[in-house]
């Protein structure tokens, strides 16, 4: 894939102005099949779709939704600290460590328990499992000793890491972004009004 | 055979609504099991399996205890034909929905808001509805001249659009000014036989929330 970056506020600006191209005004937004895509959740889905990691079957579907939402309420608590205040830091902190060791990491660790396979849902790959991979990376990121107890989600995130595509997007100079710094959240800040 | 669809949450709309209305649209009857205490919350987290992150909405429907609004309503729009019929108009319709959820979110909040926010939280939702949603939906509805949103056929986005509507007019009626084509779709979906029930007293529609109710809310969910 492609990528186009947004480096100043007259860059999103720009697009805004462009007609249909951001449906909200709002990136991300995925240019794919001949769509300009808009909304996470959109792009996500229909990638998903696609290239059939989205199970085989409706139920099978819903299984994956239910986690994949479940890892995006993680997901959305890490993604946000960056953005509070210094005196704030701590305590968001305490709360993303609860629900990763209290809520979220223990559901899907029973889930991996219940039927022993490798994945997930339906015994093959889908988009839950490089979802759940991708925030273990994150919390291993933000704190590796929270992963202690949780054998099964530390073997998932080996394997998955072990699939040629994804060991080729873990290693240096791939697409993957590293974690934001300051001088990026500046940068976000200006070009997002937040 | 699997019985009628049992949906888990407190007796308000919260995040549940939007699940009793694409159940309603679809001409499915449903049950509905009301939180009202902590104590209720807490037994249902006791049972096991019984909510994945120990969060409502959830719903008992074919076997399956499912949470996550998403999940739910995804699973829903699927069985019942409301998804379009095949990925792309799935991924037009799930854009729609999502930008309608964020407007939605912001109505969702509104009540939570304190005293001295709220006037804030109104002008930005009077804001965003005037010069970002509804404009888009709007358009959609104008560059293809059809009576449904996506694919010239019902689907969740149709739904879930009426619904905001109803929404913004209880806020502010007079939003709805410059949007002549939601106004044409809002009276169509209204007018299809199992939304024309649900929009009648008596319906599993639940009313806006009161102070009470709110208080209730706070209680059981600990916010």
Do not use: W
């Not at 860059?11 to 951001?22: A, S, T």
């Not at 993604?79 to 809520?103: G, H, S, V, Y």
């Not at 919390?139 to 072990?162: G, H, Q, Y």
């Amino acid at each position: 894939f492609e990528e186009q970056f947004l480096e100043s506020p007259e860059d999103l600006e720009k697009l805004r102005n462009e007609d249909g191209v951001l449906m909200f005004q709002q990136v991300p937004m995925v240019e794919i099949d001949g769509m300009k895509l808009a909304q996470t959740r959109a792009i996500l889905n229909y990638i998903a779709a696609k290239y059939n990691l989205y199970g085989t079957d409706i139920k099978e579907r819903a299984l994956i939704d239910m986690y994949s939402e479940g890892i995006a309420d993680l997901y959305e608590m890490i993604l946000r600290l960056p953005l509070f205040p210094p005196d704030e830091q701590d305590a968001k902190m305490t709360q993303i460590r609860e629900k990763t060791t209290n809520r979220y990491f223990p559901a899907f660790e029973k889930v991996l328990k219940s039927h022993g396979q490798h994945y997930l849902v339906g015994n093959r790959l889908s988009k839950a499992d490089i979802h759940l991979v991708e925030l273990i990376y994150q919390v291993e990121e933000i704190d590796p000793s929270l992963m202690a107890n949780f054998p099964l989600l530390k073997a998932l995130k080996t394997r998955i890491s072990n699939l040629p595509p994804v060991k080729k997007f873990l290693q240096p100079g791939s697409q993957r972004k590293p974690p934001i710094d300051a001088k990026a959240v500046k940068a976000a800040r200006e070009i997002f009004k937040i």
